[in-house]
């Protein structure tokens, strides 16, 4: 497999289930990125994690956990979710230089994301 | 407020026909600059991005894209559009963080 790959492509889930969306990159990134795609929205940033280090959550419910185990892998919890929240979940990688607020940031490469209903 | 703004939701064009898609942006630094594409049920593959020097930068699929500074502007183009670049076309700014900002994005249709 190259580049970022994401599983399940599709997930249809009740409001009372536990699930978890599963992130792998192989492009040698150190940082990972979820985002939320809804209809006629912008995507928005969820969740960002430098060096397996979680370093942005963009308010999002606590209903959405990540879960960073190494810079390949991310993966994305959800449990009690609600209609709302059905949405295309994208994940993207990217090669980050240094640490900390002088760090640098490259290109972000998107997978394909899980198409996620909430029924 | 920073923002970006894609004016057009949906453009329909001939196979063959040139092809704009606009996008303004709302930045306060020096922005770095994406267009990515977005086919039906599939994640942003990039085409093109502007970080510094010539304005004018060229992408993949025949793409390219000029920054003009002036008009806060980063626009599109193709001269000849082929049927396979039906997509979603999505702008993006930033700098070397992690926060970019998307725009809603423009729908192409391509007619034969």
């Known amino acids: 497999e190259t580049g970022v790959t994401q599983t399940p492509r599709h997930l249809v889930m009740g409001m009372t289930n536990k699930k978890s969306l599963k992130c792998e990159q192989h492009?040698?990134?150190?940082?990972m990125y979820w985002y939320k795609q809804s209809a006629k929205k912008p995507l928005e940033l969820m969740f960002v994690?430098?060096?397996?280090?979680?370093?942005e959550n963009n308010s999002v419910p606590s209903r959405f956990s990540p879960e960073c185990p190494n810079s390949s892998h991310l993966f994305l919890h959800l449990h009690t979710l609600q209609p709302e929240d059905s949405a295309l979940y994208l994940c993207?990688?990217?090669?980050?230089?240094?640490?900390?607020?002088?760090?640098?940031?490259?290109?972000?490469?998107f997978g394909p994301g899980t198409r996620l209903t909430v029924l | 407020a920073q923002s970006v703004t894609q004016p057009d939701i949906h453009i329909t064009v001939s196979e063959g026909a040139s092809l704009e898609l606009r996008c303004n942006y709302s930045?306060?630094?020096?922005?770095?600059l994406f267009w990515y594409v977005q086919s039906p049920g599939q994640g942003l593959q990039l085409l093109l991005k502007?970080?510094?020097?010539?304005?004018l930068v060229q992408g993949i699929k025949g793409f390219e894209a000029e920054f003009k500074r002036s008009q806060s502007s980063f626009n599109l183009r193709k001269p000849s559009v082929h049927w396979s670049d039906a997509a979603e076309y999505v702008c993006?700014?930033?700098?070397?963080?992690?926060?970019?900002?998307f725009g809603t994005g423009t729908r192409l249709q391509v007619f034969p």
């Open positions: 502007y970080f510094s020097g010539d304005t």
């Open positions: 930045y306060g630094a020096t922005p770095y």
């Open positions: 993207a990688s990217s090669y980050r230089s240094g640490g900390g607020t002088s760090g640098r940031t490259d290109t972000q490469y």
């Open positions: 993006a700014v930033g700098n070397n963080t992690d926060k970019l900002i």
């Open positions: 492009l040698g990134h150190n940082a």
């Open positions: 994690y430098n060096f397996k280090e979680q370093t």
